[in-house]
Structure formats: structure tokens, C-alpha cells
């Protein structure tokens, strides 16, 4: 799980999509899969409560023509 505002900037970096807004866009259209927010830590914050499903994360880029190296890379970060 990732939570939106990570999964924005990983969109940005494949000039997918630049904003939060993108991505909650992008779960409504069902492009994208919501999923239970998992972080229970304190120093983890979001203001959404919910994350992003990491395999609905990497069809949409595999789609876009992004290869598993290139998402290897920046998931790395």
C-alpha cells in the first residue's frame, strides 16, 4: 500500500499524472484501487484514510509503456 500523495509523486516522475488530484481521479475511474491505510504509526502522515493498491500502482504504469526497471528504480527511492 502507498499511501496518495507518494503515489502522486511517483505519477509525476513518469509524467503521468502531477497531483493528488490526478490520482484520487485516477480511483474513481477505477484505474487505480483504493486500499486499507495500513500506517498506524505516528510519524506517518496523510490526510487521506485510505492508501493506494500497489499492483493496481504498477498495471497502470506497465500500461503507460513504463518497464519494471524503470518502476524498480523509482519505487527504490
Known sequence: MISVECVSRILYRFRVGITEGNVLSLLQQGLLK?????NT??????KYNFSVNTDSLLKLLHERGISSKEIADVLQM
Open 34 to 38: 483504493k486500499a486499507p491505510n495500513l
Open 41 to 46: 504509526s505516528s510519524h506517518v502522515t496523510t
